[in-house]
Every structure is written in C-alpha cells, then in structure tokens.
C-alpha cells in the first residue's frame, strides 16, 4: 500500500483542514502516518481505530526562550529525520509537508523523498533570522523546485507564491473546506456536551450571529458586530467563539451578555455542534501594517469557516476584501460591508439577508458542494 506522511511541526488540533486530508487519504487507498503531535487524545484513537498511525515528535512551545525554542527545533527535526530514515521510503510515497516554518527546519528531507510541499499562509520570500540560525544555507526556490507539487490554500496566493519563487507551474489551491463523516457529530463527547447544552438553553427561538475562528487584536475587528447587537431586536444573539490573543478576554470582559455570548475553543470537529445554530456567519479580516503578509493573508484569506457556515446553509457577513466579495458574487452566499465599517450598515446588512434569507441559504450551500476536495487531494498526491 502506497504511504502518505503527514509532517507538521504544531498541533494539528489548531489545524481543522489537516483532519481533511486525514479523512480523505484513507478513501483513496493511502495508509496514512502522521508524524508530529495531535493532543485530541480521542479523535487519534479514533483515527487510530480506522489505520491511521500516529507518530509523536516534541510539542512545539511559541512561549519559550529562544535557546529553548533553538534546541528543540533541532531535535524536532532529527526526530522526524530518523523516522523517515527508518521507513525506507519509496517513489510511490509522499511526504506531505505543511507550513513553512516546518518546510524550512526540514529542507534536507525534500532533497531526499518525493515531498509535497502545503502553505497554509502568505511564503515570505526572506527567511527570518531564527531559522536562518537553523539552516544558512537554505534557498526556497531551490527546495521548492525538488518538491514533487506544491499546495496553496487560495487561487491569488498560489499566483503570488509562483510569481515570488519562479515555480514552473502554478501550485495546486486547496481551498480549506472540512469533510468529516456525519455520523461524528451524532454522538456529542462528554467534555462537550454541558457547553454545548448551556449554548442551546441561551439561543433557544433566538436568531443566532456567529463568530468562530481565531482572536487577533487588529486582523479580526469585532467591536462594530459586538456594539450592533445592542441595535437588534431581542430575538438576535451574538456568539464569538475560539482563541488567540488577548482580545477575547478583553471583549468577553467589555461585551458578555445574555445577548452576546463567548465560547472558548471548542476541538475541532465539534466546534460544528455550535456553527449548526446560526443563521448568519461573520468573517473578519483586516489588513495590518508592519509587513506584506500582515496584507496578503487577510486580502487573500481562505478561512475554512467560510465552508463551515456554507455546509450548513449560513449566509455570511464580511468587510469588503476580494477573496470573499468575489466569492459572495458569484454563489450569492453573503454580503460585504464597505469601509468604514459601522454599526449601522452591519445593522442594516443583517436585515438585508433576512429580507432574502433564502436566497443567501442556497448561495451557500452551493458554494459548499463547488469545492471537492476529495478528487484535488487524489490529484496531489498521485
């Protein structure tokens, strides 16, 4: 049987997308490895039940010292180094590696194997100097010349990152849309359920806004969609679920309401159980200064939120950046907000969908079966 490693140097936990290539390579006839750390000790098992092998490596720390973070990105990557040594690999394999930071550490290995190379984020051309410290020698565009494809997450990024490293041919986009199997989320895990209850109990007959995704104090601006709440009727709650910087406490501390709700990360795929209940999904992505990806990722974003809400027939509201206002134009699945961003005009957009609710529900819901991601990872990995 034909292998697929999988190499990611964090935890796949924070990574819903990577459990779609977990789900989908199985189907084709892969036996999947993955190497790295995956810490939902339940999902793995089930996974586990299902052939999947799970290979564990240090568990990256972005909270160390430098000399620590040093040292354990060295033995990170002889500890994924010794691994593929021992399991004499073939032609027919692939080491399927994505991000990259964990490319860079691990550039020796795509000279050695047949190697797909998965960026989920903007390539900088420039190294940053902590992993230049690591590998001084590394040239991007020679390493991903070798790889056998290469993978974006997004039509625009895939040009950019062509353009930037003079890649013969444009690199295969897989969009970041979830398949699990539906018989997941019949069975609600324990450690869910009095969240997910307590959430039912709270929007029980309430039309229901939804944030989920990550918390950045500039990129995702959600003061406007927290004060516009207090402009809705009662019968509309407003849910912000996930993690990240420090903005969730701040707004949790600022806005928590019966009307405006915080819910912490809830492990993927049951974050679902939560997205099910809304009616509108919020999407929020603002250009920040400092450098070009700081532009390129939220410009070009490719949130797998956006297949989350469409798989369950939720219209979506968003600032105006082209990876999404196209994307609404041409399946008719939500709405863009023009700058400056106010309460008003995101009072007045809600209303707007609701005054054609079913019209966005079937935009959605056609974006969601436009993307198949089964016959674009069968094509990566041939």
């Known amino acids: 049987m034909k292998r697929v490693f999988i190499i990611l140097k964090e935890d796949i936990i924070n ?31 089930k996974y586990e039940d299902e052939g999947i092998e799970f290979w564990p490596t240090l568990k990256y720390n972005g909270k160390a010292g430098l000399l620590t973070k040093f040292t354990s990105q060295l033995k990170y990557r002889k500890q994924v180094e010794k691994y593929l040594t021992d399991s004499n690999i073939t032609s027919n394999d692939r080491v399927w590696i994505m991000q990259a930071e964990t490319i860079c550490l691990l550039n020796k290995v ?44 997004e039509y625009n990024r895939a040009h950019i990152t062509k353009g930037l490293f003079q890649l013969n041919e444009l690199p295969i986009v897989l969009p970041n849309k979830m398949v699990i199997d539906e018989n997941v989320l019949k069975t609600i895990p324990k450690d869910i359920k009095p969240l997910y209850d307590e959430v039912l109990e709270k ?24 004060e516009a709440i207090k402009k809705l009727s009662d019968e509309y709650v407003f849910i912000a679920m996930g993690r990240g910087s420090d903005m969730f406490d701040e707004l949790k501390k600022k806005y928590e309401s019966d009307r405006i709700l915080f819910i912490p990360f809830v492990r993927p795929p049951y974050h679902l159980l939560v997205t099910k209940l ?22 070009y974003c490719a949130p797998n939120k956006i297949f989350e809400y469409a798989k369950f027939g939720i219209p979506m509201i968003s600032n105006d950046i082209p990876a999404l206002k196209y994307t609404y134009m041409e399946y008719g699945c939500g709405e863009c ?16 969908i609701f005054g054609n609710y079913e019209h966005y529900k079937s935009g959605a819901l056609n974006y969601f079966n436009s993307v198949e991601p089964e016959k674009i990872i069968k094509e990566i990995v041939s």
């Open 278 to 299: 809304a009616s509108i999904g919020i999407l929020s992505y603002f250009p920040r200064m400092g450098s070009v990806a700081y532009t390129i990722n939220p410009i």
């Open 110 to 153: 795509v000279e050695k194997y047949p190697c797909i190379l998965h960026f989920y984020e903007y390539v900088e051309p420039s190294i940053n100097w902590k992993y230049r410290l690591l590998n001084p020698l590394y040239n991007p565009s020679r390493t991903f010349a070798k790889a056998k494809k290469i993978v974006c997450c």
């Open 15 to 45: 990574y819903p997308p990577v459990l779609t290539i977990l789900n989908v390579l199985p189907k084709l006839g892969y036996k999947v490895i993955h190497i790295g750390v995956y810490s939902d000790t339940e999902s793995k098992e």
């Open 337 to 352: 907000i023009n700058y400056p961003i106010t309460t008003e005009a995101i009072v007045a957009t809600i209303n707007k």
């Open 203 to 226: 929007v029980k007959n309430k039309k229901v806004i939804l944030y989920q995704g990550i918390f950045l104090d500039k990129e995702r601006r959600l003061e406007e969609f927290c």
